[in-house]
């Protein structure tokens, strides 16, 4: 076993771009593990890293890969790793870098747990990059409290269609924005109330405790609607503008009373076993719009990147 399959691109550009080839399966070092990949999600951010919109940050050498999280078992545990045996259901997302979208992967133990038992690769992993992120969001960066208001921007996507679970796990009143034929998707994932946002203005909303922004773009106009203590986290920026809507974001984080707050994810086995716990318990449902083979990637970027989404769009690797 010298080869897998992989989805590549040789040049930034449309969705066409991509292409299954064939890399070398990773060595792992002494403390790893080599993950047999049977799903990944497809992400927005691998769509803007694909089209080189934020090449500053993805560089010119190729071929390069995409895919950021996965589900599937344990083929093999480097000799100094504990815990963990070949074999065992694991889900997580690569540390800060793109290449799920593979028969393999190579991990550290802590950026992996074990998978949620009653979902399939494909059902669990439609949860793993909005769930990580809503939960960090909401937990972490926001302390979203029961009984606060909390505004979730893009609503029916990968990130929103979690986030108004999570919101309503801890206990929040919900309100989400997405588009009209998905309105009632978002009503039955628990939000409280749900507006089209083409045709509702910030300016209608009301007032909100929390904002999680998975959209990027009007950053002033929606931190406009936080109260005094209010908190915005915003986990997208305006790719079309990129350095404007990052020094935005910078300023306000350290100015003024309603500050923004931006990560980048970087869960680790903590964080993957609550989400998982959640999904268990069926406080969190999975949240899957198309399953594809690897072959067929091409076509998952081109219809996350046309919108309406209902969720994730998931890649099966036989």
């Known amino acids: 076993m010298n080869e897998m399959r992989a989805a590549l691109y040789d040049r930034y550009g449309p969705p066409e771009v991509l292409y299954v ?20 999600g497809v992400n927005g951010g691998e769509l803007y890293g694909r089209a080189g919109k934020v090449r500053l940050v993805t560089g010119r ?8 999280d996965f589900a599937g078992e344990i083929a093999e545990v480097g000799p100094s790793v504990t815990g963990v045996r070949a074999g065992e259901q694991v889900w997580g997302v690569l540390p800060r870098r793109l290449g799920s979208a593979a028969e393999y992967v190579a991990v550290a133990p802590r950026q992996i747990s074990p998978a949620p038992r009653n979902l399939t690769p494909a059902q669990a992993v439609s949860l793993l990059a909005g769930g990580t992120t809503s939960l960090t969001a909401l937990t972490a960066k926001s302390g979203l409290r029961p009984g606060e208001r909390l ?3 893009g609503g029916s996507g990968g990130v929103g269609s979690v986030a108004v679970q999570v919101g309503k796990v801890l206990g929040a009143h919900v309100t989400a924005l997405a588009g009209a034929k998905n309105l009632d998707f978002v009503r039955g994932l628990g939000a409280d109330e749900v507006f089209d946002y083409r ?13 999680l922004d998975t959209v990027g773009t ?12 209010g908190r915005m986290v915003a986990v997208a920026f305006d790719v079309e503008n990129v350095l404007p809507s990052l020094l935005r974001l910078l300023v306000s984080t350290v100015h003024g009373s309603r500050r923004v707050r931006f990560f980048s994810g970087n869960p680790h086995t903590e964080l993957l076993t609550r989400l998982a716990r959640h ?11 198309t399953v594809r083979p690897l072959a067929d990637i091409a076509s998952a970027h081109r219809d996350l990147e046309a919108g309406g989404v209902r969720g994730k769009h998931v890649i099966e690797i036989g």
């Not at 890399?23 to 593990?33: A, F």
């Not at 050498?61 to 950021?68: D, K, L, M, S, V």
């Not at 999904?279 to 719009?289: L, N």
């Open 21 to 40: 080839g064939k890399v070398p399966v990773p060595d792992i070092k002494p403390d790893e593990v080599l993950v047999r990949v049977r799903a990944v």
């Open 61 to 68: 050498r190729f071929p390069q890969r995409t895919g950021i």
């Open 151 to 153: 505004l979730v921007r």
């Open 199 to 211: 045709t509702t203005g910030p300016a209608e909303l009301g007032t909100f405790d929390v904002a």
């Open 218 to 229: 009007q950053h002033p106009s929606y931190r406009r609607l936080l109260a005094p203590k």
């Open 279 to 289: 999904a268990e318990e069926g406080e969190i449902r999975h949240v899957v719009d």
